[in-house]
């Protein structure tokens, strides 16, 4: 039986895309638990970790990926931070299968520093480090996915079938 698939990694590594092309293709839904956050507490992430804090978003963060994880199978991609959480991480071992869109961090700071929609993790007065600085403290627990998707290019549909040709 497919299991949900689950996109992981960095923000701004085009999880979300790269999600949407590949559920069109398996012909499955497609969810982002960045977007269930906010439905749920009806305000934006960056406001989110404004007015409640980060501590307070990472439980939210939990509750909500655990139960979007243990349900119909589905392609989930996840916000940067969430497979940093042993709990989710746990869960997606049991009832998905995790892909890490591994995207070059030169790709990730042009995408970032075009965005409009601002990271609060983010220092934006020095992209660049805070970027690698990110990168440098999770890519260990990233590199715990059942698979690695390395990707230098734009081209999602590449990104895609690399995906579909291991499952
Ligand atoms: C975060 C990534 C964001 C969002 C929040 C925290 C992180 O999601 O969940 O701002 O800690 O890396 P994207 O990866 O979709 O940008």
């Given at each position: 039986?497919?299991?949900?698939?689950?996109?992981?990694?960095?923000m701004?590594?085009?999880?979300?895309?790269?999600?949407?092309?590949?559920?069109?293709?398996?012909?499955?839904?497609?969810?982002?638990?960045?977007?269930?956050?906010?439905?749920?507490?009806?305000?934006?992430?960056?406001?989110?970790?404004?007015?409640?804090?980060?501590?307070?978003?990472?439980k939210?963060?939990?509750?909500?990926?655990?139960?979007?994880?243990?349900?119909?199978p589905?392609i989930?991609?996840?916000?940067?931070?969430?497979?940093?959480?042993?709990?989710?991480?746990?869960e997606?071992?049991?009832?998905?299968v995790?892909?890490?869109?591994?995207?070059?961090?030169?790709?990730?700071y042009?995408?970032?520093?075009?965005?409009?929609n601002?990271?609060?993790?983010l220092?934006?007065?020095?992209?660049?480090?805070?970027?690698?600085?990110?990168?440098?403290?999770?890519?260990?627990?990233?590199?715990?996915?059942?698979?690695?998707?390395?990707?230098?290019?734009?081209?999602?549909?590449?990104?895609?079938?690399?995906?579909?040709?291991?499952?």
């Open positions: 039986m497919l299991k949900t698939i689950v996109l992981i990694g960095m701004g590594s085009g999880k979300t895309s790269v999600g949407k092309e590949l559920a069109k293709n398996l012909n499955l839904n497609f969810i982002d638990s960045d977007q269930e956050i906010e439905k749920k507490c009806k305000i934006s992430i960056p406001s989110i970790f404004e007015k409640k804090g980060e501590d307070y978003f990472r939210i963060e939990e509750k909500i990926c655990c139960k979007l994880i243990d349900g119909k589905k989930l991609s996840l916000g940067g931070g969430a497979f940093i959480n042993s709990k989710i991480r746990k997606i071992k049991k009832n998905g995790s892909f890490w869109i591994s995207t070059n961090l030169e790709n990730i042009d995408r970032l520093l075009q965005s409009k601002k990271r609060p993790m220092d934006y007065n020095n992209l660049k480090k805070s970027i690698k600085d990110i990168y440098d403290s999770r890519k260990e627990i990233y590199k715990k996915a059942d698979y690695t998707i390395r990707t230098k290019s734009d081209n999602k549909k590449n990104i895609v079938n690399k995906i579909i040709e291991n499952l």
